[in-house]
């Protein structure tokens, strides 16, 4: 079954608005975290937030901030005043923490694509 | 710098070669994962290990070996067998606990494989 689900294949932005990644995630863990990543056409992956299921605020890191609603199981990523080095594929990730492998559940990913 | 180093960049590999993927950390990172990511696509897990001398498939093992012999190394052979090796790999390495938001992973920058 998949862990993470991004439903957003691609989003079109316009320079200095705010732009909102949907992820949604299934687990029967008490004890998980979220995570975002960026990946410019470089490839290279880039850490952006994270949101631990305890944490009761939500996570914000600069312009990134992260909606965290555990009783709907989303945890979408919004980014604020959009620049055009914004442009880059975006994955939503989980790790759960029963588990003992330390493996990460990364979605399909959304790509952005910043208008100036 | 700490980090994790992937060589070569850009690799291409002939019908029935096998080719052998250098991933190399400095962060004193207990587990190294491998992805494979083709194009547009997300993050599928190849092998990964925990501790020194041990690893275990991925979701998408067959094709694929790996060994981790030293706690620095984690090369990935793709092997013959591979039937569609072309892709973008990815290898990355985490802590047990704390570091990037609790155990999120530090990648490298990634190795583009071509068959020709």
């Known amino acids: 079954a998949q862990k993470i689900t991004q439903t957003q294949p691609g989003m079109f932005v316009q320079e200095k608005e705010a732009v909102t990644l949907d992820c949604t995630y299934d687990t029967s863990d008490q004890s998980y975290g979220l995570f975002w990543y960026k990946q410019p056409s470089s490839g290279e992956m880039i850490f952006l937030i994270y949101?631990?299921?305890?944490?009761?605020q939500n996570a914000t890191e600069g312009r990134y901030s992260l909606n965290f609603q555990k009783a709907r199981k989303s945890a979408n990523l919004v980014i604020s005043a959009s620049q055009l080095g914004d442009s880059a594929m975006y994955f939503c990730?989980?790790?759960?923490?029963?588990?003992?492998?330390?493996?990460?559940?990364f979605g399909a990913g959304t790509t952005v694509t910043v208008r100036a | 710098d700490g980090g994790i180093t992937q060589s070569p960049k850009y690799l291409f590999r002939k019908e029935g070669q096998n080719v052998t993927l250098s991933c190399e950390q400095n962060?004193?990172?207990?587990?190294m994962y491998w992805y494979r990511q083709d194009p547009g696509q997300g993050l599928r897990l190849i092998y990964y290990s925990q501790i020194v001398n041990d690893f275990q498939k991925g979701d998408i093992a067959e094709g694929y070996s790996v060994s981790r012999e030293k706690k620095e190394s984690f090369p990935l052979t793709v092997t013959s067998a591979q039937k569609n090796p072309t892709a973008f790999y990815l290898c990355?390495?985490?802590?047990?606990?704390?570091?990037?938001?609790?155990?999120?992973?530090?990648f490298g920058s990634g190795t583009r494989l071509t068959v020709v």
């Open positions: 949101q631990g299921s305890y944490d009761e």
């Open positions: 990355a390495s985490s802590p047990r606990t704390g570091g990037t938001g609790e155990g999120g992973y530090t």
């Open positions: 990730a989980m790790r759960e923490f029963s588990s003992n492998d330390y493996k990460l559940s």
């Open positions: 962060l004193n990172h207990d587990a």
